[in-house]
């Protein structure tokens, strides 16, 4: 093991201990292969499973194995039509876990999340039985303010790029505070605590995973 990823796994240990002060769970893994290994148990066949759309869920492996794994999975990028679509998150509220990442991650155990139309963060403060997140080290930030600054300037052009968005940010690669009729920097959630004992549950990864 290196000695950046010593570090790293130091690092883990630090934020680890200030989510279970903040009613979270949290795990270390050195790789995305071992964390996906590791969700696959915690979650039983059959289970229904919703998801945020998350990049980092998906570049970890954890989708692919879903998809060929013995779950049912609500995916609200299958809906055809608005009414589709209302109907698929209501389901997603009612699912058993419910996998995500976050946009930025405090050394003091915050999450802080910036959001379009809010279902993602909605299921995170409520609904889904379990919410399990799968988060790259890359995310860890100072404090608060720091990762408003991270999310805005780091995670929120790179997604108005991939999802091709008319945006200030997608052009320049920084955030303009901008309130375009496509910007999806409408909800932020800073999330400190979580009032139900074991429902959050932070998978650290000593990798680069999302934005």
Known sequence: MSHKQKALAKQAETIIHNLSKRNMEGCYFPTAADCTQAILKEMPEGSVIGWGGSESVKESGLMDAIHNGNYELI???????????????????????????????????????IDGNGNRVACLIQGPAHVILVVGMNKVVTDVESGIARVRNMASPANAIRLNRNLACAATG??????????????????????????????????????
């Open 174 to 211: 920084v955030c303009h505070d901008c309130l375009s009729p496509e910007c999806f920097c409408n909800q932020l959630v800073i999330t400190r605590r979580s009032m139900h004992n074991g429902r959050i549950k932070v998978y650290l990864v000593g990798e680069e995973l999302g934005y």
């Open 75 to 113: 995916d609200r990028s299958s809906a055809k039509t608005p009414e589709e679509s209302r109907q698929l998150y209501a389901k997603t509220v009612l699912a058993d876990y419910y996998l995500m990442s976050t946009n930025a991650i405090t050394l003091d155990g915050e999450l802080i999340n």
